[in-house]
């Protein structure tokens, strides 16, 4: 079981920036592949951004959705328990409710399907005004 919360939403400005942080409980964090995910009114809720699980020499791999390539940047602290997701140049298209996911499957290229994450956290809001 794992318990994931949120945290680091606000209101801001377009070209802004935020750090969201998730942080799990369990001793089991360094297993999981984390994921991001956002979703506006009345929209999906759609990929964000994921990283892999911790292996031996600690090199994850990340992936993207197209929308926020080169803006946003995902990354974990597992002696933290608690992943984060870095968004610079914050557009109002961004604003959305942000939702951390844990994926407990032992994949080497993390997953981009909301159906492969298992766990969520309740979510933070991101408003970017223009």
């Known amino acids: 079981q794992v318990q994931l919360v949120e945290s680091g939403g606000g209101l801001v400005q377009a070209g802004d920036s935020l750090r969201l942080s998730c942080a799990a409980s369990?001793?089991?964090?360094?297993?999981?592949?984390m994921g991001w995910f956002r979703q506006a009114p009345g929209k999906e809720r759609d990929f964000v951004a994921a990283?892999?699980?911790?292996?031996?020499?600690?090199?994850?791999?990340?992936r993207y959705g197209d929308s926020v390539k080169g803006r946003f940047t995902i990354s974990r602290d597992n002696a933290k328990n608690t992943v984060y997701l870095q968004m610079n140049s914050l557009k109002p298209e961004d604003t959305a409710v942000y939702y951390c996911?844990?994926?407990?499957?032992?994949?080497?290229?993390?997953?981009?399907?909301?159906?492969?994450?298992?766990?969520w956290g309740q979510g933070t809001q991101v408003s970017v005004s223009s």
């Open positions: 369990g001793r089991t964090f360094s297993s999981y592949a």
């Open positions: 990283i892999s699980w911790s292996s031996s020499n600690t090199r994850y791999a990340t």
């Open positions: 996911a844990a994926d407990p499957q032992p994949r080497t290229i993390p997953a981009m399907r909301r159906e492969d994450y298992y766990y």
